[in-house]
């Protein structure tokens, strides 16, 4: 259930109306693997394991809060969208949703492509071996420094956002003696009921170049006639966190008509479209994602239909899955510290992470779901508010929850579907040490973005 965004004051504790929150559900043990990993059991003796790991053991040795990421989930999930769309069509991971050399060498052995949106995130593709051809460079605002980086780099495609950033990239492209591919990044006015922040396609945003007013057109116009550019396609991403397909249907049959008026303007047929991501995952049990072979089959069927009815041959088509793949694989681990009830209200459960490690809550509302891990309990539920350790009200990393009456100070709780945009997001307020990433599998487990520490603060201060 969505809510609507309000600035931070005196109705942030608000109580909600008597009824608005769903009944607990009937075990508070029991963990929907619609949100956990593949691997994630409860033991007989109650304590929640990962990859064959019982969250204490991990606790003790990597210390909390902490991101543990299921690395068989991660390439399962590579696997079924690689194997869902076939070899006529590209799947780019979307790198912003969380990014690491041990990531990227893990698409590259699973065969995906990676789609970048900054320097940084470049380099962290080209350090750990990702070939150049298979990256896509986004962004809205490319510096030079950027564009000439993969240009020399040789990626596989820039997606142009600006009628700036055509001729830049052209000027970059020329200069080092090289015809650069690209896509026009289009924004097709469609609503993607989503939260305004993450909404990307209607045209009072920031990104891409609008359909409406012929803008789209005029940039495929500039951009056939430089020689430091060879324009392959369109593109275009309508939002995030998207579980209505009909959105992408108004966006491909825009798309394909802009096509059309290629072909019909130019004479040549585009040979690529990519209808972006933003597709949804279960972060509570009332959330009903696609699998990607629903999501597959939607899409080609709605690109051949519209091709066919516009004459035109099928483009290849790419996807952008970045949270569809590794949001769900990973969960926060977090240690109890307070419990304070509100009589009458609700009880306030103190956790030692926080915005820092997961600030999606306080930007967009998100919703997650939270357990007790350490232990099974019999208690009954108790209507709780999972917060941080952060000097904010609003730093809250679970709204509202059922947890069991008897959770208390030294307890683990894990909130799962957080393999996207947290550890991604995360930063260092209040001086807090951004957590690790901690990849499990087979009954091992290893650092891959280590705990920041101390001296890593105060080395960056420079006093």
Same mark, same amino acid.
């Given at each position: 259930?969505?809510?609507?965004?309000?600035?931070?004051?005196?109705?942030?504790?608000?109580?909600?109306?008597?009824?608005?929150?769903?009944?607990?559900?009937?075990?508070?043990?029991?963990?929907?693997?619609?949100?956990?990993?593949?691997?994630?059991?409860?033991?007989?003796?109650?304590?929640?394991?990962?990859?064959?790991?019982?969250?204490?053991?991990?606790?003790?040795?990597?210390?909390?809060?902490?991101?543990?990421?299921?690395?068989?989930?991660?390439?399962?999930?590579?696997?079924?969208?690689?194997?869902?769309?076939?070899?006529?069509?590209?799947?780019?991971?979307?790198?912003?949703?969380?990014?690491?050399?041990?990531?990227?060498?893990?698409?590259?052995?699973?065969?995906?492509?990676?789609?970048?949106?900054?320097?940084?995130?470049?380099?962290?593709?080209?350090?750990?071996?990702?070939?150049?051809?298979?990256?896509?460079?986004?962004?809205?605002?490319?510096?030079?420094?950027?564009?000439?980086?993969?240009?020399?780099?040789?990626?596989?495609?820039?997606?142009?956002?600006?009628?700036?950033?055509?001729?830049?990239?052209?000027?970059?492209?020329?200069?080092?003696?090289?015809?650069?591919?690209?896509?026009?990044?289009?924004?097709?006015?469609?609503?993607?009921?989503?939260?305004?922040?993450?909404?990307?396609?209607?045209?009072?945003?920031?990104?891409?170049?609008?359909?409406?007013?012929?803008?789209?057109?005029?940039?495929?116009?500039?951009?056939?006639?430089?020689?430091?550019?060879?324009?392959?396609?369109?593109?275009?991403?309508?939002?995030?966190?998207?579980?209505?397909?009909?959105?992408?249907?108004?966006?491909?049959?825009?798309?394909?008509?802009?096509?059309?008026?290629?072909?019909?303007?130019?004479?040549?047929?585009?040979?690529?479209?990519?209808?972006?991501?933003?597709?949804?995952?279960?972060?509570?049990?009332?959330?009903?994602?696609?699998?990607?072979?629903?999501?597959? +089959?939607?899409?080609?069927?709605? /690109?051949?239909?519209?091709?066919? $009815? =516009?004459?035109?041959? !099928?483009? #290849?088509?790419?996807? *952008?899955?970045?949270?569809?793949?590794?949001?769900?694989?990973?969960?926060?681990?977090?240690?109890?510290?307070?419990?304070?009830?509100?009589?009458?209200?609700?009880?306030?459960?103190?956790?030692?992470?926080?915005?820092?490690?997961?600030?999606?809550?306080?930007?967009?509302?998100?919703?997650?779901?939270?357990?007790?891990?350490?232990?099974?309990?019999?208690?009954?539920?108790?209507?709780?508010?999972?917060?941080?350790?952060?000097?904010?009200?609003?730093?809250?990393?679970?709204?509202?929850?059922?947890?069991?009456?008897?959770?208390?100070?030294?307890?683990?709780?894990?909130?799962?579907?957080?393999?996207?945009?947290?550890?991604?997001?995360?930063?260092?307020?209040?001086? +807090?040490?951004?957590?690790?990433? /901690?990849?499990?599998?087979?009954? $091992? =487990?290893?650092?891959? !973005?280590? #705990?920041?520490?101390? *001296?890593?603060?105060?080395?960056?201060?420079?006093?």
């Amino acid at each position: 259930m969505s809510r609507s965004a309000h600035p931070a004051g005196p109705r942030y504790a608000d109580v909600l109306p008597e009824g608005h929150y769903a009944a607990p559900p009937a075990d508070l043990n029991t963990l929907d693997p619609r949100v956990w990993s593949r691997t994630v059991r409860r033991n007989a003796d109650g304590v929640v394991t990962v990859g064959g790991l019982d969250v204490g053991a991990l606790a003790e040795e990597f210390g909390t809060p902490a991101y543990f990421l299921d690395e068989d989930d991660f390439r399962a999930r590579c696997r079924a969208w690689k194997d869902a769309f076939g070899p006529g069509a590209d799947v780019f991971y979307a790198g912003k949703a969380f990014l690491s050399r041990a990531v990227v060498r893990w698409l590259a052995e699973e065969g995906l492509n990676l789609d970048v949106c900054s320097g940084g995130e470049l380099a962290t593709a080209l350090s750990a071996g990702m070939p150049a051809e298979r990256i896509a460079l986004h962004g809205n605002n490319k510096s030079t420094e950027e564009i000439t980086r993969a240009v020399e780099a040789g990626v596989g495609r820039i997606v142009l956002d600006s009628f700036q950033e055509i001729v830049r990239v052209a000027h970059i492209a020329e200069r080092l003696g090289k015809r650069q591919r690209v896509q026009i990044r289009v924004t097709v006015g469609v609503e993607a009921h989503t939260h305004e922040f993450i909404a990307t396609a209607h045209e009072d945003q920031k990104f891409g170049i609008a359909l409406a007013g012929g803008q789209a057109a005029e940039a495929v116009r500039r951009a056939l006639k430089l020689d430091g550019l060879e324009l392959t396609g369109i593109h275009s991403h309508i939002g995030s966190q998207i579980f209505d397909m009909a959105g992408f249907e108004v966006s491909a049959r825009r798309v394909v008509q802009l096509l059309t008026e290629v072909r019909d303007e130019h004479g040549i047929e585009l040979p690529e479209i990519d209808l972006g991501g933003g597709l949804g995952i279960a972060y509570t049990s009332d959330d009903d994602p696609r699998e990607p072979h629903e999501i597959a +089959a939607s899409l080609g069927d709605i /690109v051949t239909r519209e091709c066919a $009815a =516009a004459g035109l041959a !099928v483009p #290849r088509l790419s996807v *952008e899955p970045g949270r569809a793949i590794v949001g769900p694989t990973a969960f926060t681990l977090y240690e109890v510290g307070t419990v304070k009830e509100l009589t009458g209200l609700r009880t306030y459960v103190s956790v030692d992470g926080g915005m820092s490690d997961n600030i999606r809550t306080a930007l967009y509302d998100a919703e997650y779901s939270v357990a007790l891990v350490s232990r099974s309990s019999d208690a009954e539920p108790m209507l709780s508010r999972v917060v941080g350790k952060h000097c904010e009200s609003g730093d809250i990393v679970v709204r509202d929850a059922f947890l069991p009456a008897d959770v208390a100070p030294g307890d683990l709780l894990a909130v799962p579907a957080t393999g996207a945009y947290c550890r991604s997001m995360a930063s260092n307020y209040n001086h +807090a040490l951004r957590p690790p990433v /901690v990849a499990v599998a087979d009954g $091992a =487990a290893r650092v891959i !973005v280590r #705990r920041e520490t101390e *001296e890593d603060l105060l080395r960056l201060d420079v006093g």
